[in-house]
DNA sequence: ATAATAGTGTCTGTTAGACACTATGGG
DNA sequence: CCCATAGTGTCTAACAGACACTATTAT
């Protein structure tokens, strides 16, 4: 931000995206196969650079996921993630890499566009087990959108966004336990959420899905953040950091 | 993240630092008064644009702020705090600020470098009152620091570092209390801090620094992050996303 | 009736917050 | 003595976690 006389260096600006669904009771994240080199053939997020010097980020976020997915790209939220910026990590130069979050309901399979050779769900654990191979350094990219999507479970109340516009309770705990990746006892569930004031509000009918008792059904109520949080277990009770 | 055959444009990015610091019992942020156009003569934090396109971005900001405060620059913890990259944020053109923060203890007073006509520490909450007016969108990024930097001391035991070696439980606590900005109960903070093992430990002998009972001292634990959290009293209690 | 899921009641251990109280120094 | 700060004890209300129990449907 200062200095004059001499020419700063440009640099490309990429963006990329973290896309999350809940499909199967899985944490599923987008990917395409990349159609051009670097990487050809290989699994990538969507993304790409910015198109001219005006465009906005998150706008070129949302074209290129438009592009390469053809997403409906409307309703998406897209929320700062990180910059990938380290020397080297493309090897067609000096490339900075804007990474977006996005958490959505149950979206649809996607179509291949152009720029992709195709484009589709992959459960988010057998990336970060490294089971599937990321393009680039892409696979420690999502594994912070998962860490970012887990924290925001418990402090917002981002998890009625991947249920539909009415749910039942355990709709939504099912929603907490695959993004969480642990189990959860319902009773205590239920009542957790249920004294959240706002969190979620009753939508009148009732649904029977395959047996046992109807549950009743609700939808996202107008509390956007959850004070006090739904708490989430110590990840590893005795790891980094803990003692005693 | 594709496509060839056209070129990308490029962007000019720049890095900027959030230096945040406890001085007489206040957060205190380094702005440097810019000795250039655009905004000369204002207050900026320290920042500028790469140095050449091979330059990380981290080695940037250190090399920045050893430019423009003669900071010693080695021991800071920089962490990446966002991307400001609004079209039209920089009158020069297309600009991508990176921002880092760093937090650290009683740093001294920073001497003038060479690209700007100084450097000084300010009270944060007279920039983020608008007392105190920053070049570009600055301001906007003092206060997500600051945001920042409050959530870090519930989570980790980043407090420890404000102090010097050794510091008393009162000193701990008026960390909290400057950074927060609330007042805390002695008594309860003393038990709440104690109880967190391995957040820190006894140091031998007592101080005794103006009247009343000499208090123990204390040095930084091993533990890094604080499982339970230091809890934060909510900031307003039916604020936004509060109801009831 | 049985299975299965929804929803309620209740106990227990822990904790935040309030605050009385004791301890130990300097005038 | 008094004052000020350090440190402890203790009560209460809220809450997480465990889990028995009741409710309501399909078969």
Redesign the interface.
């Known amino acids: 931000?200062?200095?004059?006389r001499w020419t700063?260096?440009?640099?490309?600006?990429?963006v990329?995206l973290v896309i999350l669904t809940l499909r199967e009771s899985h944490l599923q994240v987008l990917l395409v196969e990349?159609?051009?080199?670097p990487y050809k053939g290989a699994l990538?997020?969507p993304?790409?650079?910015?198109?001219?010097?005006?465009?906005?980020?998150t706008a070129a976020a949302r074209r290129?996921l438009a592009e390469?997915a053809a997403m409906d790209v409307e309703p998406l939220h897209l929320e700062?993630l990180?910059?990938y910026?380290?020397?080297g990590r493309?090897p067609r130069?000096?490339v900075?890499?804007?990474a977006y979050l996005a958490i959505a309901p149950g979206l649809p399979e996607p179509v291949a566009g152009t720029?992709?050779a195709g484009a589709r769900w992959q459960r988010a654990d057998r990336v970060l087990s490294g089971e599937l191979e990321l393009?680039?350094d892409h696979r420690r990219i999502v594994a912070d959108g998962v860490e970012k999507a887990r924290a925001k479970l418990e402090h917002s109340?981002l998890a009625t966004a991947f249920c539909g516009p009415v749910f039942t309770i355990a709709d939504l705990q099912r929603v907490y336990e695959a993004v969480w990746g642990i189990p959860l006892d319902p009773r205590n569930f239920y009542r957790k959420v249920q004294k959240t004031?706002?969190f979620i509000v009753a939508a009148g009918s009732e649904r029977k899905v395959t047996t046992g008792r109807p549950a009743r059904l609700f939808r996202a109520g107008?509390?956007?953040?959850?004070?006090p949080p739904m708490v989430r277990p110590?990840e590893q009770p005795n790891a980094?950091?803990?003692?005693?």
Chains 1, 2 share one sequence.
Do not use: I, N, Q, W
């Open positions: 931000m200062t200095e004059d700063p260096p440009a640099v490309l600006l990429a990329d990349r159609g051009v080199e990538a997020l993304g790409g650079f910015l198109r001219d010097a005006e465009e906005d980020l290129e390469e700062h990180g910059v910026g380290e020397p493309d130069g000096r900075v890499s804007v720029d992709a393009a680039f109340a004031s706002g107008p509390r956007t953040v959850l004070y110590a980094k950091g803990r003692e005693e």
